[in-house]
């Protein structure tokens, strides 16, 4: 119940006493139609009151459900920039996965190779225990090898030398 309602109720009583009080049929009839007017006036007031009071407590509900909808918005947007940077750190970390797989693969297919070289060689070796190598350009690491004995045993051959031009010179 609004205050409009205690006034119309208010109103309608003060009418209802004024009237019995006046004489006159015209005077009677003159409040009788202000009364209908007045009564009109604010039952229309009334109801539009409880219509923007209705409109308000809707307005309400819808503003108070688009703010949870925009912290919800707000919060999937969150998750899903957070989701965005580890899908990215993944997808980094999957290509670098990737690449090791690559290059042990590559690595494991060189050993492989190169214990097949190396098998046939040795059975080379076995079948033909006389035959001398030969170096080729391609096989430089190995003739540096060789090198390296040769020039160790040129140093070993100057310290004697060495030594017996000493001893020659004593």
Same mark, same amino acid.
């Given at each position: 119940? =609004? &205050?409009?309602?205690?006034?119309?109720?208010? #109103?309608?009583?003060?009418?209802?006493?004024? *009237?019995?009080?006046? &004489?006159?049929?015209?005077?009677?009839? %003159?409040?009788?139609?202000?009364? !209908?007017?007045?009564?009109?006036?604010?039952?229309? =007031?009334?109801?539009?009151?409880?219509?923007?009071?209705?409109?308000?407590?809707? /307005? =309400?509900?819808?503003?108070?459900?688009? /703010?949870?909808?925009? @912290?919800?918005?707000?919060?999937? *947007?969150? !998750?899903?920039?957070?989701? &965005?940077?580890?899908? @990215? *750190?993944?997808? *980094?970390?999957? %290509?670098?996965?990737?690449? @090791?797989?690559?290059?042990?693969?590559?690595? =494991?297919? #060189?050993?492989?190779? #190169?214990?097949?070289?190396?098998? @046939?060689?040795?059975?080379?070796? /076995? !079948? !033909?225990?006389? &035959?001398?190598?030969?170096?080729?350009?391609?096989?430089?690491?190995?003739?540096? $090898?060789? %090198?390296?004995?040769? $020039?160790?045993?040129?140093?070993?051959?100057?310290?004697? /030398? #060495?030594?017996?031009?000493?001893?020659?010179?004593?």
């Amino acid at each position: 119940m =609004t &205050e409009l309602d205690v006034v119309l109720d208010v #109103f309608q009583g003060f009418v209802s006493e004024y *009237k019995e009080t006046v &004489e006159s049929s015209v005077c009677r009839r %003159a409040i009788e139609r202000l009364y !209908n007017k007045v009564s009109d006036h604010l039952l229309e =007031t009334i109801t539009e009151v409880k219509e923007c009071t209705e409109l308000k407590k809707k /307005n =309400t509900k819808i503003v108070n459900s688009i /703010n949870k909808k925009r @912290r919800h918005l707000i919060e999937v *947007k969150s !998750n899903l920039i957070k989701r &965005e940077i580890h899908l @990215r *750190k993944v997808q *980094k970390e999957y %290509a670098e996965l990737k690449d @090791r797989y690559t290059d042990l693969k590559s690595g =494991t297919t #060189f050993l492989d190779d #190169f214990k097949d070289l190396q098998m @046939r060689y040795l059975e080379h070796r /076995n !079948n !033909n225990p006389g &035959e001398k190598e030969k170096y080729g350009l391609s096989s430089l690491p190995s003739l540096l $090898l060789e %090198a390296r004995g040769v $020039l160790g045993a040129e140093e070993q051959l100057q310290n004697i /030398n #060495f030594k017996l031009q000493q001893a020659i010179g004593n």
